[in-house]
């Protein structure tokens, strides 16, 4: 499981999304799946935030252009996001 043991107790911001009926299927499979691999259970919003957060914190490329301190609305715009 590339998901790691997580516990839901930060504030999050919410935020609407929405997703193809085969995501979200796939999403509620992986949240049962994230149940009996840790015997805990997380609501779609927790797992959602940390497969995001897993994804962004494995992209070297953001991770570098985030560390050198530039504005977030100019790493948007870039070519390459967005």
Same mark, same amino acid.
């Given at each position: 499981m +590339?998901? *790691?043991? @997580?516990? #839901? $107790?930060k *504030? =999050?911001? &919410?935020?609407s =999304?929405? @997703? *193809? $009926?085969s995501t979200?299927? #796939?999403? +509620?499979? %992986?949240? #049962?799946f %994230? /149940? /009996? ?6 609501t779609l919003?927790?797992?959602? /935030? !940390?497969i995001v957060? $897993?994804f962004m914190?494995? #992209?070297r490329?953001f991770?570098?252009v +985030?560390? !050198?301190g &530039?504005?977030v609305r100019? =790493?948007? $715009?870039g070519?390459? =996001?967005?």
């Amino acid at each position: 499981m +590339k998901l *790691k043991r @997580f516990t #839901d $107790s930060k *504030k =999050i911001e &919410r935020v609407s =999304i929405g @997703f *193809k $009926s085969s995501t979200l299927a #796939d999403l +509620k499979a %992986y949240a #049962d799946f %994230y /149940q /009996q691999e840790t015997g805990d259970s997380a609501t779609l919003s927790a797992l959602v /935030q !940390q497969i995001v957060c $897993s994804f962004m914190s494995d #992209d070297r490329e953001f991770a570098r252009v +985030k560390a !050198q301190g &530039r504005p977030v609305r100019e =790493i948007a $715009s870039g070519n390459r =996001i967005g």
